[in-house]
């Protein structure tokens, strides 16, 4: 059996070597077995520190309405006839569809909390398990999704997958929002969890549907904590993306934000963080 002080020895390994999360677990586990051992309350200190800077980066650079907001002012904004969400977990956001909208959920681990305002289905399963064994129109009882909001995996080949999928049941009009596209930080934005406030590669979404699909229309709300991208535009008749799939996972899964943050900027078309400019913006959009 590992004693304590072999614990805390690796999860003082773990902070030097920079995995902040693993070293967070550790050091937790010894606090729970072994509250009194020597230093582990020292360690646990400093750790706190360290997790509590990376989510303080992230309220700085994106102050204002954060992403739960948004969600709900979407909802109010567009009164969608139809909704899905990929990530649906505890129905935080899920809850901000409000009736006559149908709303399908789909997550694999649920534990819903929230009161639904609408017909709510629920499918507990993978996205991908999701769509190789339902027909979402038939789910929705409608033709097209209006509202999708994809926040599962903080992996940008499964939310590019989730795309993928969700585009076949779009429209023009469609609105599609991805989480986890704007880190604040390099280190949160590593596809391998090393903090605890982690974004993972998500934002490498961005890049490719500029670079594969200049023909959809994107903006990015800088909303704490992670961001959040619109997309719009969207044709249920294009197969590029699935076309380029592997090519374009084999050259992003290498690429590290800390190495490339300028050209990441490029992709953003960032916007302000202001329900007018977006109101405005999809008024634009529909018109188009």
């Known amino acids: 059996m590992i004693s304590a002080e072999q614990e805390l020895v690796r999860a003082r390994q773990y902070l030097a070597d920079g995995n902040y999360f693993q070293a967070t677990l550790v050091c937790d586990q010894v ?53 899905l969400e990929i990530g649906v977990e505890t129905g935080q956001s899920m809850r901000f569809a409000k009736a006559p909208t149908r709303a399908v959920g789909v997550d694999p681990k649920m534990s819903i909390q929230w009161a639904m305002q609408t017909q709510v289905d629920l499918f507990e399963m993978t996205s991908d398990q999701f769509f190789a064994t339902q027909d979402l129109r038939k789910v929705l009882g409608h033709d097209f999704v209006e509202f999708a909001f994809l926040d599962g995996l903080h992996t940008f080949d499964q939310t590019l997958r989730d795309f993928i999928h969700v585009e076949k049941f779009a429209h023009r009009q469609t609105v599609v929002v991805l989480h986890d596209v704007l880190p604040a930080t ?100 529909s018109r188009v």
């Open 31 to 83: 606090l729970r077995t072994a509250p009194d051992f020597p230093g582990a309350q020292e360690l646990h200190t400093t750790l706190s520190k360290v997790n509590l800077g990376f989510g303080t980066a992230a309220e700085q650079r994106m102050p204002g309405p954060m992403y739960l907001d948004w969600l709900r002012w979407f909802h109010d904004a567009m009164r969608p006839a139809t909704y």
């Open 186 to 285: 390099p280190i949160t934005a590593d596809r391998d969890r090393k903090t605890v406030f982690w974004v993972g590669d998500t934002w490498k979404i961005l890049p490719i549907l500029r670079e594969y699909r200049p023909d959809l229309r994107i903006i990015t709300i800088p909303t704490y904590p992670s961001g959040l991208a619109v997309v719009t535009g969207l044709d249920p008749t294009s197969s590029r993306l699935n076309e380029v799939f592997d090519e374009a996972v084999q050259r992003f899964l290498p690429v590290r934000l800390e190495e490339n943050v300028a050209q990441f900027e490029r992709f953003l078309n960032q916007i302000p963080n202001d329900a007018a400019f977006v109101a405005n913006w999809l008024k634009t959009e």
